[in-house]
């Protein structure tokens, strides 16, 4: 059987996928099942958080999202049985490949995937998914009434943010990086119900005419945003990246923030300096990291986790969440597919087996 993983590069240099050959041992463990791989989600593989936990091997296994179909279950598995169709996120330290015909998972990584739910779908987008759902409920605790204001919408993450805030009754403000994106953000519709936009307003920032900090206090009265979940920040004005250039600079994200309010960001590196820290301590505001990765890499809140992924797959299949559609690649251009989603980190590829294709 063969897998795909990824050989780390010396100082600087590149990362390398490669496929090598790998086995399963002959006897699961207590709590382990195995699962015969029909998709796998790729998205790009943080090297500095893996040596940060202290995982640091030389081939490290790719492929991480997997939905797929009970094969064998370990002696004490309880949750599962043969046939079972599971989807799941294999954990940090996990010597398994997602891209491989089967992998060994703990029964506490995985939960039932609904019947109507295509495989390739919820592969593709559980990890945003899981991110969406941490953003809004872990950290900023949405409520109905809340207003909530969603940096590059348009993007996988983005839309789960804006979706799962407009199940639970909140506003929402987000900006667009390109003329299609704001088009499509403009007539974004529940699947159910009243079809009116999910989204409040549009704010476009790929044009220097864009007035952010203007637009979102003129949508809430003059008191800002109870919410802001970025995509990445801009920590000085000058940016020679014109991607880098479409995020919005962290004094705008802090001066958009109503009292009490509260800022989710994905950066890593963020700095504040003392100017932007008295600011939001004016508003009694806060800011919190997002790290998806918290939940499989401690075992501290496993229970919450697995209801959170049960949560998910569920409102995908009723609606609720309706992922952009991914299209899959087959499993002999997975190694390109995953240099590509390395070297930008925005895109994303989800691997569908010969063995799902109909």
Known sequence: MKGLFCRAGVSDAE????????????????????????????????????????????????GREVAGVVRQVGPKVTFFQPEDEVVGILPLDSTCSGLCDSV???????VQK????????????????????????????????????????????GLMCIQLACYHGVKVLTTSHSPQKHTFLEQLRPSVGVQEPLVARVIP????SSDLLSVVLEETGGLGVDIVIDSGVRLQDEEEDEEKKLLPHKHD????????????????????????CRLLHLKSASVSFLNPEVWTASSAQ???YLHILKDIVEKMSTGVLRPQPEEAVPLYE????METVQRHPKKKAVVQFSSDLK
């Not at 060994?104 to 995985?110: F, P, S, V």
């Not at 920032?205 to 220097?208: G, L, M, R, S």
Request: proline share 5%; with cysteine; aromatic share 4%.
């Open 334 to 337: 997975a190694t390109v597919a």
């Open 302 to 304: 496993q229970g919450r």
């Open 253 to 276: 994200i802090i001066s958009v923030l109503g009292v009490g309010g509260h800022w989710v960001t994905s950066h890593q590196d963020l700095q504040l300096d003392p100017p932007d």
């Open 205 to 208: 920032v790929y044009n220097d």
């Open 15 to 62: 990362p390398k996928f490669v496929i090598q050959e790998t086995t399963l041992p002959d006897v699961l463990t207590s709590h382990q099942v195995r699962v015969q791989v029909k998709a796998c989600g790729l998205n790009p593989l943080d090297l500095k958080l893996l040596s940060d936990v202290g995982i640091q091997r030389d081939l490290i296994p790719v």
């Open 104 to 110: 060994d998972i703990d029964e506490h990584y995985l």
């Open 114 to 157: 609904p019947e109507k739910l295509s495989s390739v779908c919820v592969a593709a987008a559980l990890r945003d998914g899981l991110c969406a759902y941490t953003a809004l409920h872990t950290h900023a605790r949405i409520a109905a009434g809340h207003t909530l204001l969603v940096m590059d919408g348009g993007s996988a993450f």
